[in-house]
């Protein structure tokens, strides 16, 4: 359905389960915008905090009370009320006071010991997630200019493993993007870090050294996105080809439906007709393929990130299990080899040190006839 059809029919622009908890209907993510910013009051979107006065003069509407009875409220549920501490003592947020009576520190207390009682710890990325979050909660730009506009969408995006893995194909993503509407299907493309991309092409047994002149994403620079029928390519360099063409081709020799092709770098998110929550397709390096679900989408908030210089904003990366050297059992890998007479298995992975101590001599001659690849370990960027 053409976005003018969507927009002329306000009902489509909703989103709407087309199976309940799965997947939306689909609709047109501008419209989507569109349709939320005729029903909310300017400053319902506005990132301005209200003054104290203003805020409590709203909020005493909305319970529909008198500004005395809002006074009385404010008197019993401020924070000195609250206090379970003495006055001049600065309290420890981390520890809670073992006598409390407030039902939402005994609850605190109880998630507390639950935790001190399991054998876990946060690991590094955990503890990179949490640092991460923190930093950007309520970021402001330095410059105005950075700032993303009221009323703009967010999408939350969730790329998935290349469908060649075995283990957590559909069920755990790589990673999580947010990504605002003006931002180009191109923009997600380059925030998309998969290993494929990153593999050296040839055979080095003989030049360990020689710096490879290229890696696989500057030399296979086609990919594309699928979403609703449209394939949408990258065309940004005279190498791209429009890889999609045998799909179309074959699908019109079999009598399935027709589907039309347009530029990733031209189509940004508020032009896209989606689902939330249904796969999409992002295919590149010929053949390696990602599954791509849009999970939310909203409007922007004055506690998201309002720096748009940060966007595509990392979320959330899936710790990936490295691949040790089969020798020290400890560096990841570096090379693998084959018909290798020095290697316990065929093929094999080797750290760098353990690769060059055993098959070159102290002068760098190569020892042994062997072919070595450059290996990429896909935790290594973890």
């Not at 790589?174 to 997600?188: K, Q, Y």
């Not at 904003?313 to 490295?322: D, G």
């Amino acid at each position: 359905m053409a976005a003018s059809e969507l927009s002329a029919n306000s009902d489509t622009n909703i989103p709407d389960y087309e199976y309940t908890d799965v997947n939306t209907k689909a609709f047109h993510v501008g419209s989507f915008r569109n349709e939320w910013l005729s029903r909310l009051k300017p400053g319902d979107c506005s990132y301005r905090r209200e003054d104290e006065d203003t805020f409590d003069a709203n909020f005493a509407k909305e319970l529909g009370v008198d500004a005395e009875t809002m006074a009385e409220l404010k008197t019993v549920c401020s924070l000195d009320s609250l206090r379970c501490h003495p006055e001049d003592q600065q309290p420890d947020t981390d520890v809670v006071p073992p006598d409390s009576t407030l039902k939402t520190l005994v609850q605190r207390r109880k998630r507390q010991d639950y935790r001190a009682s399991l054998k876990y710890s946060k690991n590094r990325h955990e503890l990179y997630a949490d640092e991460l979050e923190r930093l950007t909660f309520g970021r402001k730009p330095e410059a105005v200019v950075d700032t993303v506009p009221e009323g703009e969408v967010i999408l939350t995006i969730n790329v998935y493993y290349p469908a060649v893995y075995e283990t957590y194909n559909y069920i755990r993503p790589h990673t999580t993007l947010l990504m605002t509407g003006s931002h180009s299907l191109a923009e997600l493309r380059d925030a998309i870090c998969c290993v494929s991309d990153l593999q050296v092409c040839g055979e080095f047994s003989n030049t360990p050294d020689m710096a490879p002149d290229f890696i696989s994403k500057d030399h296979y620079k086609s990919a594309f996105f699928f979403f609703e029928g449209v394939f949408y390519n990258d065309m940004r360099f005279p190498e791209c080809q429009d890889i999609s063409m045998t799909t179309i081709e074959w699908a019109k020799s079999h009598n399935f439906p027709a589907y039309s092709q347009a530029k990733m770098e031209d189509t940004r998110f508020v032009d896209l007709n989606v689902k939330v929550g249904f796969p999409y397709l992002y295919c590149h390096q010929g053949d390696c393929e990602h599954l791509v679900i849009i999970t939310d989408i909203r409007l922007s908030h004055m506690n998201d990130c309002l720096d748009k210089k940060l966007y595509p904003l990392l979320t959330h990366k899936h710790r990936v299990t490295t691949q040790k050297c089969a020798v020290c059992h400890v560096f990841i890998g570096r090379w693998y080899t084959t018909n290798d007479q020095f290697a316990p298995s065929d093929p094999c992975l080797f750290c760098d040190k353990c690769f060059r101590m055993l098959h070159y001599d102290a002068e760098g001659n190569k020892l042994g006839d062997f072919l070595a690849y450059p290996y990429v370990d896909r935790g290594a960027f973890n």
